[in-house]
């Protein structure tokens, strides 16, 4: 609540200048909405995200009477504040699907380009999970950088997980079907897949995530991305969100300086959630994403 207050006082504060009008009109509302824009931008929101979102408040705006009690600048604040909430928000960490039990393991695969903190969210959500009472295997599918199957079995020893891998050269998409055989078999309850890091959007990477998908018929399938990958998270969300249908985000290297406007780009595009913040290196930096901090944060 505190993170939402000051979203309102900052609003408030810039809009200070609508404080004498009766309504919201086209008009009065340019300045204000320059503003916003200005910081949206700052945030590194993409511009054809930008543009929609600013649409939708003057939309929402123009024509709202001014309740009684409250000044305009009070009144736009709250439409953009609750546009901004609601554009990120209604999900917390916790809206990760589970499967009844009783119809085996949950599966999340974990999809992203090369060195976004891909393996080590793998990592930090069988801690996370752990910490819920809900046990793990990490499953290694990257079978193209034996360096990225280490660096999981590292990270498994750290949050005492078990990892499966067949080494390389081995089908991805079977690696994972025996990894969720595995679990099934000895009643885990979630599989965490670690898929291959691409450094760009890449068709035949695309069609081998696809094809772990329908292999382990997962239930979330979350794009992991940089913050930092400021205005190309739009295109990136697209492509992935095309090609294989994301059920959510992570978001990684929030402790970095950036405002995090990539999180209004992945969820305007995909219409998906953003489960979950990196805040770090260490397997304990994962947070389930609150929209009313991102908000504020993302405004500056
Ligand atoms: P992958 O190639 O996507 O699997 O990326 P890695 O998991 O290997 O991470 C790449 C680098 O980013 C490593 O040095 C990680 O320690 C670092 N990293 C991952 N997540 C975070 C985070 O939330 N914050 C910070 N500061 N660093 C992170």
């Not at 999809?111 to 069988?126: I, N």
């Not at 209004?264 to 009313?292: C, D, N, Q």
């Amino acid at each position: 609540a505190s993170a939402f207050g000051s979203l309102t006082e900052r609003l408030n504060s810039v809009w200070a200048t609508l404080k004498d009008e009766d309504d919201l009109s086209l008009e009065n509302i340019k300045g204000p909405l320059k503003d916003i824009r200005r910081a949206l931008l700052e945030a590194d929101v993409s511009l054809p995200v930008v543009r929609r979102f600013i649409k939708n408040i003057e939309q929402k705006a123009i024509g709202t009477r001014v309740t009684k009690g409250v000044n305009a600048g009070q009144q736009l604040t709250k439409v953009v504040a609750d546009e901004l909430c609601e554009l990120m928000g209604g999900f917390g960490g916790d809206s990760l699907a589970f499967k009844d039990p009783s119809m085996g393991p949950t599966v999340i695969l974990m999809a992203g380009l090369q060195g976004v903190g891909k393996t080590t969210a793998c990592g930090k959500l069988a801690l996370y999970l752990k910490k819920q009472g809900k046990d793990s295997l990490l499953v290694a599918t990257d079978v193209y950088r034996p360096a990225a199957i280490e660096q999981l079995k590292r990270l498994g020893e750290q949050v005492k997980t078990p990892v499966f891998d067949m080494g390389v050269r081995v089908d991805p998409p079977e690696v994972a079907r025996l990894g969720l055989e595995k679990a099934r078999a000895e009643g885990i309850d979630v599989v965490i897949i670690d898929t291959a890091g691409r450094l760009q959007v890449d068709v035949h990477l695309m069609e081998e995530l696809r094809a772990t998908k329908i292999a382990t018929a997962a239930d979330e399938i979350l794009l992991v991305v940089d913050a930092m990958t400021g205005q190309e998270a739009a295109a990136l969300t697209a492509a992935f969100d095309e090609a294989v249908g994301i059920t959510g985000a992570v978001l990684t290297k929030m402790d970095g300086d950036t405002r995090g406007g990539a999180a209004l780009s992945v969820r305007e595009v995909s219409g998906k959630p953003i489960k979950f913040t990196g805040v770090g290196e260490k397997m304990e930096a994962l947070e389930p994403f609150y929209p009313e901090r991102m908000a504020s944060r993302i405004l500056g």
